[in-house]
């Protein structure tokens, strides 16, 4: 069974730029949440989301970034018009069920997103 | 709304020395609470989580934490560090509904 898969592990882009990072979690896990990682800082949430639905976006920025889960394939984490303040390692993880039926959540090995 | 604070963003110790890794927590309902291990440009790996059974913890690697409700704390402790230690350390928590909130991390450096 292989783990939370990312990709790529490392994109580059310009600015202005569109990014897409993918999260195919664990087989048999419906739950997905994307964390991002700034140099210094811990993991910050920013969205947890269930086969086609986003349950919490509490922690996305309310423009340029937004995020899907459809029922076939990843889970896409989509940045537009990036700026140099994008640049981060993202995280995702998933679960088999929520967290409130003590199901452990898997981390990916990220994307580390660089904007020049 | 739950909260981590994660004191010393560095912490030292020489190889075969106790590890002490401090964590205090707030949350509004009884919490999960986790240890995560990061090792450079890799993810995530738990090492152990606390879920309202036992107090004390033990998880991979000799790693054990113990949960004291009183002082709010979930402290990480090994009593013997070795140089594969070094790594990033985050403690979390989680009100159970949906995410898992991070600590801002302490990196453990290993003295020869």
């Known amino acids: 069974n292989a783990g939370v898969m990312q990709n790529p592990r490392h994109l580059v882009r310009r600015r202005g730029q569109e990014a897409r990072l993918r999260c195919s979690p664990m087989?048999?896990?419906?739950?997905v949440y994307w964390y991002r990682q700034l140099p210094e800082e811990g993991l910050k949430f920013m969205v947890y989301?269930?086969?086609?639905?986003?349950?919490?976006e509490s922690g996305m920025p309310k423009e340029r970034f937004s995020a899907e889960f459809p029922k076939e394939g990843p889970s896409i984490l989509r940045i537009q018009q990036v700026v140099r303040g994008d640049s981060a390692a993202y995280f995702c993880?998933?679960?088999?069920?929520?967290?409130?039926?003590?199901?452990?959540?898997?981390f990916g090995q990220g994307t580390r997103l660089t904007v020049v | 709304a739950q909260s981590v604070t994660q004191l010393g963003s560095h912490v030292s110790v020489s190889e075969g020395a106790l590890v002490l890794l401090r964590c205090n927590y707030s949350?509004?309902?009884?919490?999960?609470l986790f240890w995560y291990v990061q090792y450079p440009n890799q993810g995530l790996q738990l090492l152990l989580k606390?879920?309202?059974?036992?107090?004390l913890v033990k998880g991979i690697n000799g790693f054990e934490a113990e949960f004291k409700k009183s002082e709010t704390s979930f402290h990480l402790t090994k009593p013997s560090a070795h140089m594969s230690d070094a790594a990033e350390y985050f403690c979390?928590?989680?009100?159970?509904?949906?995410?898992?909130?991070f600590g801002k991390g302490t990196r453990l450096h290993i003295l020869p």
């Open positions: 993880a998933s679960s088999r069920d929520t967290l409130e039926l003590n199901t452990e959540a898997f």
């Open positions: 979390a928590v989680s009100d159970r509904n949906d995410k898992i909130i």
């Open positions: 989301l269930q086969k086609e639905n986003i349950i919490d």
């Open positions: 949350s509004s309902v009884p919490p999960y």
């Open positions: 087989k048999g896990h419906s739950h």
């Open positions: 606390y879920t309202s059974a036992a107090t």
